[in-house]
């Protein structure tokens, strides 16, 4: 099926990303926009880095012949932890690691999700993201292109006037988002922990100093604050009601549900987990019983008519290069209609990043961020664990189609 090898072409250390000049043309035998719309036969023009057209049955020669393989944009993770991983031990801590080590961790992190055709991620967030980030923007490291938070808000930040501070710093030291934690894990129960006002302060300078703001909340009263605060996306929203769910709807907040890889991975990988913080026996016995609210929850989001829902995974280690599972999950066991799961993969979460004029779809102008997957995932969804073809800013990281 696969070739056995990886075909990395062009990936000059000297030459910027996305930098060729000569026109390269990709042809396949679908295409799937990103924003709800097939393409029979496509024909994708990139130069430059970026798209220069998107047609359908052009015929003529191609650079890249995928035929028998569906054409998708880059999928896009608005919620993963880059650095985290299982160390030398086994165990899914860092500790007693050199931050050398740490760090080629996450290397490693950021060419596996690379490779499993997720060309941006969000984390939220790390310290050593900044320099992951940059390492990947100057097009020498393989990797997404990478958005983080750095450093987290919580109740124990301060006063609403000491998370406004720390609103700006976090900016001024290159964050591209606010993270907030407004409530307990959900191993924890959940429970309402950033006050309403605390809450207000962050949103609010977050918004004030341009950026966005992805607030982990799970119980009610927290998504209901992080609604009303006019905070940018609601992530986890575990035990969203019809009432928050609508409310998140009327005001335009972005929902992310981690439903299909998070809790999975922490229960496939438990032995890894067990005794590190709160991943003790309560809290799995939380994380085994979440997974069919989780379910049932997502299941009722989806009748809420104009609510946006995002593609997040909430990767941690042992989940990393896995992102589409929480795609295959949403399809095969929540039922959301495939196309709807790739729009929110690809256009509705460039869309929450603020980069919707740059990525998330097949159209002329935007980014040459774009994958092929082996089958239809409009009739199989499971092909998007078979990506073949990568290729971010006009450069082809991966190239194992075989011929046919
Ligand atoms: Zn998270």
Redesign the pocket.
Known sequence: MIAAFVAIVSVAAAAPAGAQTEAITIRAAAALDGRGRSIPDAAVVVQGGKIVSVESGRGGAATYDLRGLTLLPGLIDT?V?IDTHFGRDGRATSEGESPEQSMLYSVENAWVTLMAGFTTVQS?GSPSDVHLRAAIARGVVPGPRLLTSIRPVNENTGTPADIRAFVRKVKADGADLVKLFASKSSREGGTQTMTDEQIQAACGEAKAVGLRSWV?AHSPSSIRAATLAGCTTVTHGSQATDVELALMQQHGTYFEPNIGLVSQNYLENKARYLGIGNFNEEGFAFTEKGIPMKREMFKRALTVSGLTLLMGT?AGAGAHGRSAEEIVYRVQVAGQPARDALVDATSHNAMSLGLADRIGALAPGLDADLIAVDGDPLTDITALRRVVFVMRRGIVYKNVARSR
């Open positions: 919620h932890h939220i982990h909430d």
